[in-house]
């Protein structure tokens, strides 16, 4: 049976575990004994004694009797400081301070650590190497191994520095980077909580429906008395006459096989990826599905990536201020479902996406309706998987 904590919080010890390490566990156990015994106010030498034993468990008692004269205690003895000596001395290495040394030059900072923790670490290693300049070592260490590039420059701009101003510069720097973190997240991932609806389904009972003309429902409801009528103007089902804006566009918009690229010119010098247009019945409103609050917070992260969660999967995405659609490749898909992307999936896509430059569209797979969430903003919005690779584009309206 497992032997479990013996009280105060304080677990047995086992001196067969980690022996490489057995010495210092011993050292951190012993001083968290002798904190309990202040803590209850326990001084009789022979209390303390059994204490110690009673609290270390079978395995460190059989150690403890095993010493030979470990146990006998004369008159003017310390029964408490005799059998700490005992086990102490039993657990001690015969220490090499070359050996220490070259462990303790071997330690850096880890991508996780703090400096705060880090320092302890060599702290407590240091107390191995018999070094003549303790605090200078560990400086020492701590420049030439810590994480962080831009703190060892901050350090070594100064003439000098003892232990305690370099850590006062890396707490600082460390401190400073999670503020800017956190600001610069919310900068870049702040979304504008009215932006999130696309048009498409937009709330506004008073907005004309762009399929018929009529208000009190959107273009995707299905009451709209435009859904399966054929346009007299255009002959594409979906939409009357009255609204239909094709004699804003091409007359070879005529052949519905020949997607228009012409609308798209004035703006492609600032599309990065994709340009999106209208098939079928669907009006190119509806397209719209995903934006930042202001343009100037796109040009601030022109060339990065945004981390986003969509339908409870991360994803990294590009922002492309002229894509007016939010897309993701096959593998990107893939990985999603396998993570278990929450989602509403439909094969068909009404949209029609064309990369850059490119007179055929990109072959796509599919679209789906999920939650994507920003920093601390979420909002509902529809993403296309294209077919093949590609880098997933974030849209702006």
């Known amino acids: 049976m497992a032997e479990q904590e013996a009280g105060g919080g304080i677990p047995p010890f086992n001196p067969n575990e980690d022996q490489p390490g057995v010495y210092q566990r011993w050292e951190r156990w012993l001083r968290g004994l002798e904190l309990l015994l202040v803590s209850k106010n326990i001084t009789a030498a022979e209390r303390k004694k059994a204490m110690l034993l009673h609290y270390g468990g079978f395995a460190l008692q059989d150690v403890f009797y095993a010493i030979p004269g470990a146990d006998t205690v004369d008159a003017q003895e310390d029964a408490y400081a005799k059998t700490k000596t005992a086990l102490t001395d039993y657990f001690k290495p015969k220490l090499n301070a070359t050996y220490e040394r070259h462990i303790f030059r071997g330690m850096s900072q880890g991508a996780s650590e703090s400096i705060g923790q880090f320092t302890t670490r060599i702290r407590q290693q240091a107390k191995y190497c018999a070094f003549m300049q303790e605090e200078e070592e560990i400086r020492d260490q701590i420049i030439e191994k810590c994480y962080s590039s831009e703190v060892r420059k901050r350090i070594l701009e100064k003439d000098t520095v003892t232990l305690a101003d370099v850590l006062k510069i890396a707490q600082a720097f460390e401190t400073m980077t999670v503020q800017v973190k956190q600001m610069e997240g919310e900068s870049v991932a702040k979304i504008s909580s009215s932006s999130y609806t696309t048009k498409s389904h937009s709330k506004n009972t008073d907005a004309k429906c762009s399929r018929c003309g009529y208000t009190g429902h959107s273009p995707t409801d299905e009451r709209c008395p435009a859904r399966g009528k054929l346009c007299n103007r255009c002959n594409k089902t979906g ?63 022109k060339e990065k990536g945004v981390t986003a969660e969509v339908g409870g999967v991360e994803v990294e995405f590009i922002i492309d201020s002229g894509s007016t659609c939010n897309i993701i490749d096959e593998d990107t898909w893939r990985n999603c479902k396998r993570k278990g992307i929450e989602c509403r999936s439909r094969i068909e896509t009404n949209k029609k996406v064309f990369a850059y430059g490119q007179e055929s569209n990109l072959e796509l797979m599919g679209e789906f309706d999920c939650k994507i969430e920003i920093g601390k903003k979420t909002g509902e919005a529809t993403v296309v998987v294209m077919k093949g690779k590609g880098r997933p584009l974030l849209g702006f309206e």
Do not use: K, M, W
């Open 239 to 301: 939409r009357f006459a009255s609204v239909c804006r094709s004699n804003r566009r091409s007359s070879e918009e005529g052949n519905a096989n020949n997607p228009p690229q012409h609308q798209n010119r004035n703006r492609q010098n600032n599309v990065r990826g994709i340009d999106d247009t209208e098939t079928g019945g669907e009006d190119i409103d509806a397209h719209y599905a995903f934006s930042l609050t202001a343009r100037e917070t796109v040009n601030a992260i």
